[in-house]
C-alpha cells in the first residue's frame, strides 16, 4: 500500500472533474527538434492551456472539490503569476471570491490578467517578506482557504493530468522531462508515468540559479535556498513542498538545471522553428534536451511546455537579443 499523497486514481479523477473545462491541449513534434536532439520528441503544449498554463488543472481540481462553507468564504493563494491567475479564472468559474499575493515584480501581464478574472491582488517583497506567512495570515483574518501553488494533493492530481493526457496520444515513452519548481507539475507528471509507462524514465529540469530540487534529491531531504535570480520566474522557489517531495523522492530518477541563456535560446527555437510562445520556465523541459544535458538518443521523449505567460515587450527583448 503507497504511502504517497496522490495516486494515480487521483489523477483520473481530476481528469474527469476537469473534462470539458480544461483544454486538452495539443501535442507538436519537430523534425528540426528531432534531428538536433537524436530522438523522437513529443512536446505537449500546456502554453496553450487555458489562462497560458498547466496551472489551471491543478487549480480547478482544487476549488471545484471545496464544501459549500469553503465556496462561500473565497479561496487565497499566494504566485508570481500563473498559478494566480488559474486561482482567479478557476475561482471566477465556480463562483467563488479569491484574493492573490503577489511579488511587487510579478510579469506585468500576468498580474493584469490575474485581476482581468476578477482576483483581488495583494503585493508583497519576494526578497524580504514571506508570502506563505502572509497567505496563512490572511486566511485567517478572513476566512479564506488557501491552496498553495503546489503543496497540495489535489493541485498535484490536476497538475498530473497533462502527462495522463501525453500518454494516452503517444503511448509509453522512453523518457518524460518535467520542469521543476516547487514540484506540483512534476509530482503529478511522475504518478501519471508511474502507472502509464513503468519503465518511463522522469526527469525534473530546473534553473541553474534555484538547484534547490537537485540538492533535496541528491540529499535526501527537502533543501531550501534563498530566493533565486533567474528569468525562468515560475521557478523562482525556495523550496519543494512536503508533499511534492515525497512523490518526487520516489518517482523521478534525476533532476537536472540549465542556464538563462540556454532558456533564451529555446524560446527562439520555439518562436522561429515552430512558431509558438513559450515563456522561460515554460521552457525548461526543452531546453535540458535540445541543450543535451541528458543523453536521450534513440529514445522517445515526452517534454512538458508548461507555460506561455510572458510579456510581449519582455518576449522581443529576450529572444532579440
Not at 178 to 184: A, D, E, K, Q, Y
Amino acid at each position: 500500500m503507497s504511502t504517497l499523497p496522490i495516486s494515480f486514481d487521483d489523477v483520473a479523477a481530476a481528469h474527469e472533474r476537469i473534462r470539458g473545462v480544461a483544454h486538452r491541449t495539443p501535442v507538436l513534434t519537430s523534425r528540426t527538434a528531432n534531428e538536433r536532439a537524436g530522438a523522437e520528441l513529443f512536446f505537449k503544449c500546456e502554453n496553450l492551456q487555458r489562462m497560458g498554463a498547466f496551472k489551471f488543472r491543478g487549480a480547478y481540481n482544487a476549488i471545484a472539490q471545496f464544501t459549500p462553507e469553503q465556496k462561500a468564504g473565497g479561496v487565497i493563494t499566494f504566485s508570481s503569476g500563473n498559478h494566480a491567475q488559474a486561482i482567479a479564472l478557476s475561482a471566477k468559474l465556480l463562483g467563488v471570491k479569491a484574493v492573490i499575493v503577489m511579488p511587487h515584480d510579478a510579469p506585468a501581464i500576468k498580474v493584469a490578467a490575474t485581476q482581468g478574472y476578477g482576483g483581488e491582488v495583494i503585493f508583497y517583497d519576494r526578497y524580504t517578506e514571506d508570502r506563505e506567512a502572509l497567505g496563512k495570515r490572511l486566511a485567517a483574518e478572513r476566512g479564506l482557504t488557501l491552496i498553495p501553488p503546489y503543496d497540495h494533493p489535489h493541485v498535484m492530481a490536476g497538475q498530473g493530468t497533462a502527462a495522463k493526457e501525453l500518454f494516452e496520444e503517444t503511448g509509453p515513452l522512453d523518457m518524460l522531462f518535467v520542469p521543476l519548481g516547487g514540484g506540483g507539475l512534476l509530482s503529478g507528471c511522475a504518478t501519471a508515468a508511474h502507472a502509464l509507462a513503468p519503465a518511463c524514465t522522469v526527469i525534473g529540469v530546473e534553473p541553474e540559479a534555484g538547484n534547490d530540487g537537485q540538492r533535496s534529491l541528491q540529499t535526501g531531504s527537502i533543501v531550501h535556498i534563498d530566493t533565486p535570480k533567474t528569468i525562468a520566474d515560475g521557478a523562482q522557489t525556495q523550496h519543494l513542498g512536503q508533499y511534492t517531495f515525497a512523490v518526487i523522492r520516489e518517482r523521478v530518477r534525476e533532476i537536472v538545471t540549465v542556464s538563462d541563456a540556454e532558456l533564451v535560446d529555446t524560446m527562439k527555437f520555439f518562436a522561429s522553428r515552430m512558431k509558438i510562445v513559450v515563456e522561460p520556465t515554460g521552457c525548461l523541459a526543452a531546453a535540458a534536451v535540445l541543450e543535451g544535458k541528458v543523453d536521450v538518443r534513440g529514445k522517445r521523449v515526452g517534454i512538458v511546455l508548461s507555460g506561455g505567460n510572458v510579456d510581449l515587450l519582455r518576449f522581443a527583448e529576450l529572444v532579440g537579443a
